[in-house]
């Protein structure tokens, strides 16, 4: 599954958009649809329980003001429990692809 962007939906730059879609379509499995928070962060932390995964994610968020403020302004809160493609947008160009993140993970990890 890819994820797929809609014209309607973006409001970056033509050539930022471009570049990311490319990017995406070669590796991302991610579809074009909102997700649970939980479901979200599942797919980048996959070897964390559920709840566990949220927290990580919601501390990677809260830990990085500029990640932060560019969700907000899509109208994310850290007490939502879905997010929309329009968010996830900005998840996938500070993250990369869940696949990018495990592997940059694993790599720095210490075990």
């Known amino acids: 599954m890819y994820f797929i962007y809609s014209p309607l939906l973006l409001t970056t730059s033509m050539s930022t958009s471009k570049l990311l879609q490319r990017k ?38 809260t830990h990085d003001a500029l990640f932060k403020r560019q969700l907000q302004r899509r109208g994310f809160s850290l007490t939502h429990r ?22 940059i993970q694993r790599a720095n990890s210490p075990y």
Not at 38 to 48: G, I, M, Q, T, V
Not at 82 to 103: A, D, H, M, N, W
């Open 82 to 103: 879905k997010i929309s493609p329009y968010q996830i947008e900005v998840v996938l160009q500070q993250l990369g692809t869940p696949r990018e993140f495990y592997e």
């Open 24 to 61: 995406l379509a070669r590796d991302c499995e991610l579809e074009f649809r909102v997700y649970s928070f939980r479901e979200l962060a599942s797919l980048y932390f996959p070897h964390y329980q559920p709840s566990s995964a949220s927290r990580a994610l919601r501390q990677l968020i």
